[in-house]
């Protein structure tokens, strides 16, 4: 009996060991007894499959993306280029214009330029008109002065007519704003004065002083035109 119980115990342990070498992947603890490996793999293609079509996805997005882009710049360049050409054309306009004007401007100075030159010659060719019509009626003076002295002997009467006509002349000179300068008795002046020669006196008051008088100086308004040529004490 004992015998028979441990002939069974040995043939169920040999079908055990034969069915577990007949599926050696066989898990006893899985519901369904699926293979691990074989599951595995599978799992593992799909993760595979899956990653290559995000892959594709991937790809095919950035194209389309970088189309659409690639697009839009080449838009906003052309319109850039449009807007450039727009603004050189205008520049150039405004820049004819500028010459235009600038042309006219030069030609318009040059003009202006050329009368002030002739107004300014004809000042300076005419600076003394004013002058000599004050000076006429003296000239005519001096006409009737001559034409007397030769029609009469009367020295008084020539005597007198010169001295009328020098009051004459002075007031004429007086209003333009010549004057004489007086020197005799005054101190001598290197900025007033032109000494022509020093002589020696005797009278200590007259030393360094203007003695005599060559020749007579003048000042036209602040500014001396002539400068009166004198004899100094020493």
Known sequence: MELQNSLKVFENMSKRNNKAKATPNMDPHMPNGKNIDKEAAEQQNEKE???????????????????????????????KLEMLQKELE??????????????????????????????MSELI???????LKQLLPVLDSFDRAMEAMDKSDNLAAIKEGIHSLSRQLNN??????????????ESFSSEIHEAITAVPVEDEEQKGKVID??????????????????????
């Open 125 to 131: 060719k005419y600076s003394h008109e004013d002058l």
């Open 172 to 185: 004429i000179l007086t209003k333009i704003g010549l004057e004489s300068i007086e020197s005799i008795g």
């Open 49 to 79: 499959i899956s990653i290559e079509q995000e892959a594709e996805q991937n790809e095919e997005i950035p194209v389309n993306k970088g189309k659409s882009k690639k697009g839009k710049s080449a838009d906003s360049a052309a319109n």
């Open 213 to 234: 008088e060559i020749e007579k100086g003048y000042r036209l308004k602040e500014k001396i035109i002539r400068f009166p040529k004198v004899i100094v004490g020493e």
């Open 90 to 119: 205008e520049t150039k306009i405004k820049l004819t214009e500028s010459e235009g004007y600038a042309l006219r401007l030069n030609a318009d100075f040059a003009n202006m330029r050329k009368r002030k030159e002739k107004e």
